[in-house]
């Protein structure tokens, strides 16, 4: 999974785009499977850590995997994650 996100930066992206991107970059290199468990992982150590867990990111992650579904080049998933904000 850190291998999908190797090299990208996305911390210059806002929160949800960011979550939709590093969900569809994960479940286009590895699974879907694997993109759903690391984004509910995430969430997961927000809530008990320092994070701040939130029901949208979750939704987030869910439109990148749909991105990544739809199979996706790097321009499209970016165009594809830019309607995450505030849906």
Known sequence: MRAALDGR???ALPDEQAHCMAAALI?????VSEAALASVSKEIRDAFGSGDAEWRDLR??????RCAQ?????QQLSACCIGAEGS
Not at 27 to 31: D, I
Not at 60 to 65: L, S
Not at 70 to 74: L, S
């Open 27 to 31: 479940a286009r290199r590895c699974s």
């Open 9 to 11: 930066d996305l911390s």
């Open 70 to 74: 739809a199979g996706a080049a790097d």
């Open 60 to 65: 987030a992650d869910r439109r990148g995997i």
